[in-house]
Structures are given as structure tokens and as C-alpha cells.
């Protein structure tokens, strides 16, 4: 937990100082152009690998990048709501699905059940991954020499 409080004092005293211009336009309205949906792994940094400065990103972080259907349920709506508040709210201009490589929640659709049993809630996220995962299954069936 030091290295994290002293990362916000070092923030609070270096690089909020650095963008105090962005930070005081923003305090009252936030006006992001992209909507980034991306995963939750730690290695990923959405302002970070797109160079975009505070108030530029809606960022959307989940695990393996997942967009559910849009339907009216109670499933999944932590990403559904964030993407219709990105968008009919905020108005963004992009919306960038972000994934990435050696993706953790991707092969966990790889897993047995009693791999996933200790992690319910995450196997029932990845189950989104399921039509597309039977869709490719399916093409390489058909033709492997399609992927």
C-alpha cells in the first residue's frame, strides 16, 4: 500500500501540477470523444498505449474486453450501461473495442469446469465468449483453412 499512496501524493504534487490547465476544465464537465473498451489485465493502460491525456477516454475495462448483448435484463449491466451512457449522455465519436494478446479471460473459455468452479462469477462473464468461440470452432470444421 506505500507505493500506492505515495504514487497519488506523487501525483497530487508532480502531475496534476504538469496538467493543471486539463484538470481544472475538467472539474465541473467531462467531454470524452472515444468510448475505449478494453480489458481489465493490469498490463493493459488505455491512456497510456493511445497517448491520450485525461478527459480524452470513457474507458470501459472488463475482463477479456467483453461486450455483452444489448437486452432488457439485469445481465451484464455494469459494460451495457457504461456504453449507453457513453453514448447517449456523453455523445462520443469512437468507440474502440480494445483486445489484446496472451488475454487471460479469453482462455479461460479453454478451462474445465472444475478450473472455473472457485471463480463462478467469472464463468458465468466468459460464457459471453461462447457463440463467437462456437462460430470459429465451426469454420475451422468446415474449412480449416479458413482461420
Same mark, same amino acid.
Given at each position: ?5 505515495? /504514487? ?10 504538469? $496538467? ?12 470524452? $470523444?472515444?468510448?475505449? =473498451? /478494453? ?5 493493459? =493502460? ?30 451484464y ?17 469512437? =468507440?474502440?473495442?480494445?483486445? $489484446?494478446?496472451?488475454? /487471460? ?11 472455473l468452479?472457485?471463480?463462478? $462469477? ?6 459471453? =465468449? ?18
Open positions: 500500500m506505500d507505493k500506492i499512496f505515495e /504514487g497519488i501524493y506523487r501525483f497530487k504534487n508532480e502531475d496534476y501540477e504538469t $496538467h493543471k490547465e486539463i484538470f481544472q476544465k475538467l472539474k465541473d464537465k467531462q467531454n470524452p $470523444h472515444t468510448l475505449f =473498451i /478494453g480489458c481489465a489485465d493490469s498490463r493493459i =493502460i488505455p491512456n497510456l498505449i493511445t497517448k491520450t491525456l485525461p478527459g480524452e477516454l470513457f474507458t470501459v475495462r472488463n475482463i477479456a474486453n467483453l461486450v455483452p448483448p444489448y437486452r432488457d435484463t439485469n445481465d449491466v455494469a459494460t451495457t450501461s457504461a456504453i449507453e451512457y457513453a453514448v447517449l449522455v456523453l455523445n462520443v465519436e469512437n =468507440i474502440v473495442i480494445c483486445g $489484446h494478446s496472451n488475454c /487471460g479471460g479469453c482462455a479461460s473459455v479453454y478451462k474445465t469446469e472444475e478450473e468452479k472457485n471463480i463462478p $462469477h467469472v464463468k458465468k462473464w466468459i460464457e459471453l =465468449i461462447n457463440p463467437a468461440k462456437e462460430k470459429a470452432l465451426q469454420i475451422c470444421k468446415d474449412n480449416p483453412y479458413k482461420l
